[in-house]
């Protein structure tokens, strides 16, 4: 083999491994923000009185098997840590929370026969209440009826949500202002 032709051969080489290196690179790169979604999806940003954890999300679509929002970080007083991290003043926080979405990033769930669905039916369109009440049903058409009546059918706050293996269990609606 000719110098020239060693030459050409160990720049192909070089080539390859810069190549394969920047392909690692970027996999790593995709496989953490995929698991850092993930891992957000996974932790709770709201417990109940009784211990039940639940996801802050804004909801962006429904049918009557599946609902797509954009998880939100739902930050209390009590976060103190988080608090510090994003440098929030009481005057971020006038009602004790703060709701944290850098970016608007939809995941998509599965909802089933035994999904609940609870909410505040604050017209007394589905308790007959004069005032508002919480409403609890496992029917999604009666849950879609109720975002209907939302400007655009799109709530301003986020709703609480826990997930069982991709499959929504619990939609709460929270009074939180």
Not at 125 to 130: A, L, V
Not at 147 to 158: A, N, R, V, W
């Amino acid at each position: 083999m000719s110098r020239n032709e060693k030459r050409r051969m160990s720049i192909y080489v070089v080539t390859g491994i810069v190549l394969v290196a920047v392909v690692a690179v970027l996999s790593v790169a995709v496989l953490k923000k995929r698991d850092s979604k993930n891992a957000q999806a996974a932790n709770p940003s709201y417990m109940d009185e009784n211990g039940g954890e639940y996801i802050a999300a804004f909801l962006k679509d429904m049918t009557d098997s599946t609902i797509t929002v954009d998880i939100a970080e739902f930050i209390t007083d009590d976060n103190t840590e988080r608090i510090k991290e994003l440098k929030l003043s009481e005057e971020d926080m006038p009602d004790g929370y703060y709701i944290y979405n850098p970016d608007e990033e939809t995941v998509t769930w599965k909802l089933d026969g035994q999904t609940i669905y609870t909410f505040i039916d604050w017209n007394g369109d589905f308790t007959g209440s004069d005032y508002p009440e919480e409403y609890t049903t496992t029917d999604a058409a009666e849950f879609q009826k109720y975002i209907g009546t939302y400007e655009d059918s799109q709530p301003g706050m986020p709703f609480f949500f826990q997930i069982e293996d991709g499959m929504v269990k619990v939609i709460l609606e929270k009074q939180i202002a």
